[in-house]
């Protein structure tokens, strides 16, 4: 889908700023799985927690993503996702977890735009908290792994300036608005 477009990179390393400072200027967006997904466990004491049980927390990732695809189907115009389903399958990389076919069908037919937003790692701006417990290394090697996923799908990545919220928003829409490359 050519006006659904994904950002992705590390943890910390401003993708919900970037989204919000979007929302602002009335551009919608899917929310993040993970977080959701942390909330609620966390919420009704469950295990699917990526410290916990990494493979459940993988598979409820991958269900609240595809509802999300599904319903962003129904809505009109540009829309931003905080990651996409290739996260998934990065994730799952990075835990040394095994990629399911379903996992790789819905990565290959629930397509986003081409171009893909990835936010660089940021040291100045990381911060663990309750949701987010990874050190500085995981979330360098997060980024890593989502440039070579997305990459692999053939997806194009186009890095995000370090910079401030309102000027990263800029540079998207600018970049939204030249098109194809």
Sequence with gaps: MDRFFVLTGGPGSGKTTLLAALAEQGLPHMPEAGRAVIRDQMAMGGTALPWDDRETFADRMLER???SYDAAMSRSGVLFFDRGIPDIIGY????????????????RTRRYNRHVFIAPPWQEIYARDTER?????EAVATHDAMLRV?????????PL?????????AFVLQSIARGPA
């Design 150 to 158: 997305y990459r692999d799908l053939h997806y194009v990545p186009v």
């Design 92 to 107: 799952r990389m990075l835990c040394g977890l095994a990629i399911p076919g379903d996992l790789m069908h819905a990565a």
């Design 65 to 67: 993503d595809l509802g």
């Design 161 to 169: 300036p370090l910079a401030a919220p309102d000027a990263r928003a």
């Design 133 to 137: 417990r990874q050190d500085w290394a």
